[in-house]
């Protein structure tokens, strides 16, 4: 914490400052410039904020320099993390983190073993080296499709089986963790549910890895104190997904915050993707905001895939197609050498 005295403040006001912080057992060092007087305190921020310094004489402001997420920060972890996901004793994890750019696809949400298992050979043929589909979904109309349940969970992980690829799904109550983690290698909260604090201790208390979106109207710093949560309970296996924030602009559901890429990496240590269907809600911008997120440092992109994106239960309009999934597949790998990363394994193309 830093005491910004203000101009003119007197030296006994100083010394109070001071010494009612050396009281708790803080320090203070004090610098005086031409005009003001700053006071750094170092020692416990809570014990300082008790103190009420912006109420005592002379002072200007005391403004906080730590942040509240001390576990995702720089602080605790100046290097990029890598988050390995599906790791088991027969196969490695399949990377998420700097190098590498991860493309997870798959179906919006689990309608049919069929489409799944559709869906689910149309990603990895396309280069994704992780299956993500809805088995539980809260869509904000209340009479739009609400998933599989359970039913999904058994669809996905068969489809998973099928493909190698290890499984990616939502999780919505904190009652269903255990449930969707015997099936799921990596779950995901959802925008909606990101201040949902008992959800986000429940998956922090399990280890497994945690897909964390941004809610909708979440600040950055809300939004890692919200993996602050995760990780408090010992999970560090955490990777942040922007999806688009609501702004004046109605052209799209969400506005694809870019710039949020690069500032959650000076803040913090954690792998992020970017999801720019969700944001978009429209096929014909995820190609070019998957490459959007590719050139601004992203290490990996979410898409919906879907063998008829017409016929889609939910978000159809935002969901590729066969020749869709081919194009973006191609892009990828032709862009990810040109930004110093990897593409994600690419699988021997398979007909559609
Ligand atoms: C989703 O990923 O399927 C989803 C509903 O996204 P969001 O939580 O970002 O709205
Ligand atoms: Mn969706």
């Known amino acids: 914490m830093v005491v910004l005295m203000a101009s003119g403040a007197t030296d006994t006001q100083i010394e109070a400052v001071v010494s009612r912080v050396r009281r708790t057992g803080g320090e203070a060092f004090v610098s005086r410039g031409v005009h003001r007087t700053i006071i750094g305190l170092v020692g416990d921020v809570d014990r300082f904020r008790a103190l009420n310094l912006r109420r005592m004489a002379g002072v200007a402001d005391v403004i906080r320099v730590s942040t509240p997420y001390k576990l995702v920060g720089l602080g ?12 088991t004793d027969t196969r490695p994890g ?10 997870l696809a798959g179906p919006c949400a689990v309608e049919s073993l069929d489409q799944t298992l559709e ?3 149309m990603a990895r043929a396309a280069g994704a080296t992780l299956l993500r589909g809805g088995a539980f979904r809260q869509p904000s109309p209340p009479q739009a499709f609400r998933g599989l349940g359970r039913a999904g969970l058994h669809i996905l992980a068969e489809a998973g089986q099928a493909t190698g ?3 990616v799904t939502e999780v919505t109550e904190a009652s269903d963790v255990e449930l969707v983690a015997r099936y799921a290698d990596m779950l995901q909260v959802g925008a909606r549910n990101m201040q949902n604090y008992a959800l986000l201790d429940a998956v922090g208390g399990l280890g497994k890895p945690v897909l964390l979106k941004r809610g909708i109207q979440a600040t950055i710093e809300e939004w890692l104190m919200a993996a602050e949560y995760v990780a408090q309970r010992g999970n560090l296996n955490i990777v942040l997904c922007e999806r688009g924030i609501r702004t004046f602009e109605p052209t799209t559901p969400a506005t694809l915050d ?15 993707i970017v999801d720019p269907a969700h944001a978009s809600g429209r096929r014909d911008l995820v190609l070019p905001l998957s490459r959007a ?50 593409s994600a394994e690419v699988a021997t193309p398979a007909p559609f």
Not at 258 to 272: G, K, R, T
Not at 295 to 320: E, K, N, R, S, T
């Open 258 to 272: 870019i710039s949020a890429v690069p500032v959650v990496q000076s803040l913090s240590h954690l792998p992020i």
């Open 165 to 167: 690829l290890p499984v």
């Open 293 to 342: 997120a590719l050139a601004a440092g992203a290490d990996g992109i979410l898409i919906d895939v879907h063998p008829d994106p017409d016929a889609a239960l939910c978000d159809g309009p935002q969901a590729l197609g066969g020749p869709d999934i081919r194009e973006l597949a191609s892009a990828i790998r032709r862009l990810t050498p040109v930004v110093g990363r990897r």
């Open 119 to 121: 869906a689910a050979e």
């Open 94 to 103: 399949v990377p998420v983190g700097p190098g590498v750019f991860t493309l």
């Open 76 to 87: 605790h972890n100046p290097e990029r993390s890598t988050v390995y996901v599906g790791e």
